[in-house]
């Protein structure tokens, strides 16, 4: 099994280098950590008294490797989540914040749990999470995955801005699409057909 570590080098690995996309709402980014994180962390890497775009540049990888294992795996506890789907959840917390978590209780909540939709992970959640995962942990982990890519496609439908990261420009699987497939059993990716009928609306 991975080590947090790998895990993490390879979200930063996934999330590229430095860039700033005037459609991302979280503005100028690098290895997947945003402006408003290293605003937030005080991460004045220049040493000139405040956190600007060119503190994002100087973001090492290690660095952010570092920030993603302490303020997004330990710090919201997803490692005491089943082992099978910490890699998924932790990969969208990265992406989407206290909505990977919640995605995680909507769905336990679709299994019959009684779990607060709050975005936090706490025994509630822990203990429905390894109930589900008793009989198939892989299972929990597809369910999970799916639930990603569903919750991908919902902010794509409401906000145009946003498909082209669910759509290549060739009409293709876009990165939300493909990193949420990466964590599911090749059964339940989406054949090129599928993809096409579920973004047809589009246009």
Do not use: C
Not at 170 to 196: D, N, Q
């Amino acid at each position: 099994m991975q080590t947090v570590r790998e895990i993490a080098e390879e979200i930063v690995a996934r999330e590229g280098g430095f860039v700033n996309d005037p459609d991302d709402p979280g503005g100028a980014t690098n290895h997947g950590v945003t402006i408003h994180t290293m605003r937030g962390l005080g991460l004045d890497l220049t040493g000139d008294g405040r956190v600007s775009e060119e503190d994002v540049r100087a973001l090492s990888r290690g660095q952010a490797v570092d920030i993603f294992i302490r303020h997004y795996y330990q710090r919201p506890r997803i490692a005491e989540l089943p082992a099978e789907i910490q890699a998924s959840v932790f990969d969208m917390y990265v992406n989407a914040g206290a909505n990977a978590v919640k995605i995680l209780q909507r769905l336990l909540r679709e299994m019959g749990y009684a779990v607060a939709v709050d975005g936090a992970i706490g025994p509630q959640t822990i203990g429905a999470a390894e109930d589900a995962a008793r009989p198939d942990p892989l299972a929990l982990r597809d369910a999970y995955g799916v639930a990603r890519r569903n919750y991908y496609f919902r902010l794509a439908d409401q906000r145009p801005a946003s498909r082209k990261y669910a759509r290549t420009r060739a009409g293709g699987k876009g990165g939300w699409i493909r990193r949420a497939e990466e964590f599911l059993s090749p059964a339940w990716h989406l054949s090129g057909a599928e993809f096409e009928a579920r973004v047809a609306a589009w246009g």
